[in-house]
C-alpha cells in the first residue's frame, strides 16, 4: 500500500492524493498534524532522501525554527530527526511511501513509474 505523507490544508498533497486516486492507486493518507510522526520514520527518510531534499527551508515553518533548530537540520541525524518531528511542517510534502521506495515533492512521472513497477 502506497501511503501519502503531508497535511491536509497542502494543495500539494490534495493534489497528489487526487492523482493517486485518478490512476485507480489506493492511497493511504498519513496527516502529520492529526496522526504524528514518529522520530524513527525521519530518521529512515533522512538517511534515504536526505536533509536537502527533504527540508523546505522556504516555507514559513522553517523560519520560524530558532536558528539552534535550524542548524542541527544542517545534519542528517537524531537531532534533526527530532527537529523534524516536533515541526513536521518544515518538511517538504509530500513524500510518498512506495515500501521499498520514497519520493518527496510532487512527482507523477516518477509515480507512474514505480506504479507500474
Known amino acids: ?13 490534495r493534489k497528489s492524493l487526487k492523482w493517486f ?3 485507480g492507486v489506493e ?5 502529520f498534524r492529526v496522526d504524528g510522526l514518529d522520530p524513527s520514520l525521519v530518521v529512515m527518510w533522512l538517511g534515504e532522501i536526505g536533509g536537502k531534499m527533504l527540508v523546505n527551508k522556504r516555507g514559513p515553518s522553517y523560519r520560524n525554527l530558532s536558528d ?5 537540520l544542517e545534519n542528517d541525524d537524531l ?10 511542517t518544515v518538511i ?3 513524500v ?3 515500501g521499498a521506495v520514497r519520493t ?3 512527482d507523477e512521472n516518477r509515480w507512474s513509474d514505480l506504479v507500474k513497477a
Open 1 to 13: 500500500m502506497i501511503t501519502v505523507y503531508g497535511i491536509k490544508n497542502c494543495d500539494t498533497v
Open 79 to 88: 537531532a534533526a530527526a527530532k527537529v523534524l518531528a516536533d515541526n513536521p
Open 104 to 106: 518527496v515533492g510532487y
Open 68 to 72: 539552534a533548530d535550524k542548524a542541527l
Open 21 to 23: 486516486a485518478g490512476q
Open 92 to 94: 517538504k510534502r509530500p
Open 96 to 98: 510518498v511511501d512506495f
Open 27 to 31: 492511497a493511504k493518507f498519513h496527516d
